[in-house]
């Protein structure tokens, strides 16, 4: 299984860019990493993923280093809205998604 | 498009008696899972249904949790006896067909369990 590791928190100022690490160093060839969101009490919300290269879609950015080992989730505008715990999760063989603990981010005005 | 849809959103049950989760998935997504998050950890996998075969029960405490998709669409989860351990938060998430296929999984707004 895909593993990941994040930093347990993180703060950004509102308007500020929220970039967020991940490591996935075990992470095989042919295996996606996916960033969700889980605002409290709601379900995670699929924000992005990848393989190898760059992706971006309306809501942010993900850069993926060339090894593959480790990713970064950029939220270009973070808003007060975007507070939530935020999860860069491997797969369990391509199938289904390992959370781990997540990164909390706090964003204040 | 209708997101993934649970039933109830919360229930309270006393030890020992059973409940039961409802989840009508994505129209059109073949795989289905069931998800178990514990207050302040992440989502943990139960169970993974492709159409109405299992792909992976691993998880699944077997001796009191029990998981069925009848016709490859709707799913229910049911916990009988129920422990005190067990109050959680219960996901539901479909997607297209496996991660592995380039797809994400959509997630519905959960039931969140209480057992006393």
């Known amino acids: 299984d895909a593993k990941t590791t994040q930093p347990t928190s993180m703060d950004c100022a509102e308007g500020r860019a929220a970039n967020l690490p991940c490591n996935h160093s075990t992470i095989s060839g042919n295996e996606y990493v996916y960033w969700y969101r889980q605002i409290h009490s709601q379900g995670p919300q699929y924000i992005i993923h990848?393989?190898?290269n760059n992706e971006t879609n309306e809501m942010a950015s993900l850069i993926i280093t060339e090894d593959r080992k480790s990713s970064t989730l950029i939220l270009p505008h973070a808003t007060l809205r975007d507070t939530a715990v935020y999860y860069c999760i491997g797969t369990q063989a391509g199938t289904a998604l390992i959370f781990g603990k997540g990164t909390t981010l706090s964003v204040s005005s | 498009e209708a997101g993934v849809a649970q039933s109830p959103r919360y229930k309270i049950i006393e030890k020992r008696q059973s409940v039961a989760f409802w989840c009508n998935p994505i129209?059109?997504?073949?795989?289905l899972y069931w998800y178990q998050q514990i207050l302040g950890q992440g989502p943990k996998l139960l169970i993974q249904f492709q159409n109405n075969g299992v792909v992976d029960d691993s998880q699944l405490p077997k001796d009191r949790f029990s998981a069925e998709r009848l016709k490859g669409v709707d799913s229910t989860l049911k916990i009988q006896p129920a422990k005190l351990e067990d109050s959680a938060v219960y996901l539901c998430a479909s997607s297209l067909g496996q991660l592995i296929l380039n797809t994400e999984a959509f997630f519905g707004q959960g039931t969140r369990l209480t057992v006393v």
């Open positions: 129209s059109g997504h073949a795989t």
């Open positions: 990848g393989l190898k």
